[in-house]
C-alpha cells in the first residue's frame, strides 16, 4: 500500500471517529437526563485529560463572599499585555486620565509570555438569574473569570513565579496611577467610578478649631494599627455628621477622602433587600475606605428593635433589612472583616434616629455641620475671589453672628458675579433680608422656641 492509500484510510478512519463522537454528543445532549449528562461529560473529559498536556487554571471574579485579589491583579497586568494586534478588545477612557485603556473581552483569547514559557488567556462570562428584586423582576447577573492555559510541566513555575509577578506588576501599577473611586450599590454588589470631587480641608467652609479637631482624630486614627489590636477593637471610625440641609456634610466627606486618600463607598439602603445582602456589601468593601450613609434618618423605615425580634421569632426565615442587621453590620461580628475604614452617617434630624444607632464605638465623633461662620466666610470668600480682606468682610461677619446662612446659600452669593464688591453687596442685601424674615418669624414664635429649648436642656 502505498503512501497516499495509506493517508486516504487514515482520514477515513479519523472522520469515522469524529462522525461516532458528534453523535454521541447530540444523543446525550438530546436524550440523556441532565445529572447522567454532567456524569457523562465528566466521564470523556477526565478520560481526554489524561492525553493532554495542558494544564488550566481558573480565576473567579470572587471567591464566596469576598472578591479573589488575583482576579482584580490580572484585570490591572492583563491591560497591558493587549496589543493592538488584537481580533477583538475593549477601549474606554475616563474624563481624568488622557490615557486610552485597553482590557480583554467576553471569549477573547491573549497570549503572553514570561520566562520562556507561552500562557494563553480567555475572559469566561456566563449570565445567570438573580434573586427578584423589589418589584418581584428577576435580574441577570454575570459569573466571570479567567482561563489560564499553559503547558503543565510549568505548573510549579507558574505558581511559585508567574501569578506572584502579575500580583506585584499589578501593585505597581496601581501605585503609579492612583485614583480614587467611588462606589455605589446594586442590590448587594458595587459599581464604581473615578472620584473626582475637588474637596479639601483647606477649601472646606468649617471653623477652624472643629477642622483642627478632625484633623488631628483622623491623623491619629490612621497611625492606630498596633493599638487597635492590642485593645481587641476593629481597626475603624464612626463619624455623625448632623446639621440643616446646604453646610456641607457631602463635601466634608469627600475632603476626608482626598486627606487621607481612602475610596468612598456610599450605601443606598432602599438597594438592599435583606440583611444577608449587607454583609455582603461589607465583606466586599477594600481596606482605607469611607462608607457613607447619607439622610440615614430618611433613607429606610428601621422599625422598632423590639418589633423586629418578635417578628424575627414568628418568621424564623425572614431576613428583611431592619435595625439589627444594619448594627451588626457596622458594630458585629460582620464588621471585622476589613480594617482601617471608616463609617459616616449623615443626617438632617438627630434627634429622629435610634440612640443604638449613635453611642461610642458606632459614631465615635458627632459633628455639628452648622451655619456659615466669620472664619467659614473668609473660607468661601478665599476660595472663590482669592481674597484675605476687604472693607466689607466687618458688616458681613456680623450679619453672619445674627442670621441663620447656610455655606451653600452664602456660596451662591459669591457665584453670582466675577467681580468682588458686586458679589460680596448682593451678599450683604441676601443677608439683610435674610434678618429681617427671621425677625418676623422669631417675634411670631417666641413661646414655641422657648417651650421647645426647655425640652431639650431636660433631656
Partial sequence: MDFQTKAMESIKKYLGIAATAMLARTIINEYLP??????VHFAFNKLFGRFSTNQTIIIHKTEGLTSNKLYEASSIYLCTRISPNM???????????NNITLSLVDGEELIDAFQGVKYKWKLISKQKNQSANRDG?????????YELTFHKKYNYVTLDSYLPHILEKAKEIKAADRRLKLYMNEHDGWNQIDLQHPATFETLAMEADLKKIILEDLTRFVKRKEYYKKIGKAWKRGYLLFGPPGTGKSTFISAMA????????????????????LKRLLVGMKNKSILVIEDIDCSIDFKNRDKDKK??????????????????FIDGLWSTSGEERIVVFTTNYKEKLDPA???????????????CGPNSFRVLVSNYHAIDEHPMFEEIEGLLK??????????????????????????IQFLVEKKEVEGLESSAEDHETYQVVVEAVKC
Fill in 34 to 39: 441532565n445529572e447522567l449528562r454532567i456524569i
Fill in 87 to 97: 481580533r477583538r478588545f475593549r477601549v474606554s477612557k475616563s474624563d481624568n486620565n
Fill in 137 to 145: 423582576d428577576f435580574s441577570l447577573s454575570s459569573e466571570v473569570h
Fill in 258 to 277: 482626598n486627606y487621607l486618600r481612602y475610596d468612598i463607598y456610599d450605601l443606598n439602603l432602599m438597594e438592599v433587600r435583606k440583611n444577608s445582602g
Fill in 311 to 328: 417578628n424575627q421569632s414568628n418568621q424564623p426565615h425572614n431576613d428583611a433589612i431592619s435595625l439589627s442587621g444594619l448594627l451588626n
Fill in 357 to 371: 444607632l449613635l453611642r461610642p464605638g458606632r459614631m465615635d465623633m458627632h459633628i455639628h455641620m452648622g451655619y
Fill in 402 to 427: 445674627e442670621v441663620e446662612a447656610t455655606p451653600a446659600e452664602v456660596a451662591e452669593q459669591l457665584l453670582r458675579s466675577d467681580k468682588v464688591d458686586v458679589a460680596l453687596d448682593g451678599l
